[in-house]
């Protein structure tokens, strides 16, 4: 399994640009979930799936921020208009919740790097 | 918001020493569980404990944990130079919603 497919790697925009981050979580994991990083903040959980349904978006910071995932293998992530306090590495994770443990491990891509000029 | 909170915030030790590293969370969990991401990378699971399970050992790693104080440790023995990296620990809710916060993390530096 290629893991976690996270494109694009690196982005750089200017401000008011509308940016779409992109992300194949791994073949028959059932949650996805989008992260920011910054130093600032830490590791802020944005917004969760679970089998195509967003359960959790408390953590999309406003109405600029959305996210969609049509299918199970395609989820974006998309910020319009982008201002420069968006730059961060967004991460996605994917995770499959075995019924006999309950348990949620999460296998993360490689991130995209976002700034926004 | 932040459920767990590490400390210390860094740490830098030579190589063969132990290195241990502490999370505190806030609410009940369903288990905790421990990441660690290199520079410029996603996060890598190390580790989980459940909510019963007091310690976990995998490797050169020992994790414990204390629910009366709300607590995780972390103990990596023998450290290399390739264990260089910040660690987080992330707590899943006892209402198992599937969903995880991590904490701020600690950035580790094994020296040669």
């Known amino acids: 399994d290629a893991g976690v497919i996270q494109s694009p790697r690196h982005e750089v925009t200017e401000m008011g640009q509308e940016v779409t981050l992109r992300c194949k979580p791994i073949s028959g994991h059932d949650y996805l979930f989008w992260y920011r990083q910054t130093m600032m903040r830490g590791l802020e959980l944005l917004i969760y799936f679970n089998n195509n349904v967003p359960i959790d978006d408390s953590g999309m910071p406003e109405d600029r921020f959305s996210a969609k995932m049509p299918n199970a293998s395609f989820s974006t992530l998309k910020i319009q208009p982008s201002e420069p306090r968006d730059s961060a590495v967004y991460f996605c994770?994917?995770?499959?919740?075995?019924?006999?443990?309950?348990?949620?491990?999460?296998?993360f891509g490689a991130g995209s790097r976002l700034t926004v000029l | 918001s932040q459920q767990g909170e590490e400390d210390p915030q860094a740490l830098s030790i030579q190589e063969g020493e132990n290195a241990t590293m502490n999370c505190s969370y806030k609410?009940?969990?369903?288990?905790l569980q421990w990441y660690r991401q290199n520079s410029g990378r996603g996060l890598v699971h190390l580790i989980l404990?459940?909510?019963?399970?007091r310690e976990k050992h995998s490797g050169r790693l020992r994790v414990t944990l204390d629910t009366s104080k709300k607590s995780s440790s972390l103990l990596i023995t023998a450290s290399r130079a390739a264990d260089t990296a910040s660690y987080f620990c992330?707590?899943?809710?006892?209402?198992?919603?599937?969903?995880?916060?991590f904490g701020q993390g600690t950035t580790l530096q094994v020296k040669p």
């Open positions: 404990i459940r909510s019963n399970e």
């Open positions: 609410t009940s969990i369903n288990n």
């Open positions: 994770a994917s995770s499959l919740v075995k019924s006999t443990s309950g348990a949620n491990v999460l296998t």
């Open positions: 992330a707590t899943a809710g006892s209402g198992n919603t599937g969903k995880l916060i």
